[in-house]
């Protein structure tokens, strides 16, 4: 905890420094909150509620009535870095944007919604899944193509964005007792449900433990 802690404070004295801030302060997360507009470049910008301003973002034009219509088709970004340089990034390598005051994390080739946010933030997407099927000469014997057929399907899926290590993980119990270990009671609590009451109780267990730890975010007062 120590160890995240100082390297926490290190990325927002990394932050004071380079977007001239008269002060920060860090305040608790609830549902009114509201995110800056803007594009996420990593982890850190969407962790310091920093993103690239719209205003600086020169293509899609910021200007443009359907701005984020625009990015979810794009190919690339090109924004204004803070020398006043054009930079071009493919789309691929943000980590998602601000729309409305709600983030969007750019994940399974599209953006999406994250609407339970905490220490542990939750959100569900369709992933592309491939399955790959033979023929079993077993139930017809008098047929034999070793030749294989592939197809892929759209699935639903849920995941987890630890927000103490910056990794997006699958939503699933061995998952979520890695994260429960950091507060002992709860995960003791949990490893003795069975199997069918830790998949029952999953999502209310990743409450429990968002309610004990704080999501803190920082807030920036600038100079004028």
């Known amino acids: 905890m120590k160890r995240l802690l100082f390297t926490y404070t290190a990325i927002l004295i990394w932050t004071i420094c380079n977007c001239q801030v ?14 800056k507009e803007g594009v996420y470049l ?43 340089m054009n930079v071009s990034l493919k ?27 905490g220490s542990v933030c939750h959100f569900i997407t369709t992933v592309t899944v491939k399955y790959t099927t033979y023929r079993d000469p077993f ?16 699935e639903l899926r849920q995941f987890l964005i630890d927000t103490q290590t910056g990794k997006v993980i699958e939503y699933n119990i061995s998952n979520v007792e890695v994260i429960l270990k950091r507060e002992p ?9 069975s199997k069918r009451k830790k998949n029952k109780q999953l999502f209310y ?20």
């Open 139 to 154: 139930y017809d014997p008098y047929y034999y193509n070793p030749a294989s057929r592939t197809y892929q399907t759209e």
């Open 185 to 193: 009671e709860l995960y003791n609590e949990f490893s003795k449900l």
């Open 42 to 84: 990593d982890f850190t910008s969407f962790r310091n509620n920093a993103p690239i301003p719209i205003e600086s973002i020169i293509y899609p034009q910021s200007d443009d009535e359907y701005f984020f219509e625009r990015i979810d088709t794009a190919e690339t970004i090109v924004y204004i870095d803070k020398y006043g």
């Open 205 to 224: 267990y990743v409450k429990l433990y968002n309610e004990r730890i704080d999501y803190l975010i920082p807030e920036y007062i600038f100079l004028k």
């Open 22 to 35: 008269d002060s920060v302060m860090l305040i608790k997360y609830d549902f009114s909150f509201y995110y």
């Open 91 to 117: 789309k691929d390598k943000i980590w998602g944007y601000s729309k409305n005051g709600k983030p969007f994390i750019y994940w399974a080739d599209k953006f999406n919604l994250i609407p339970f946010i």
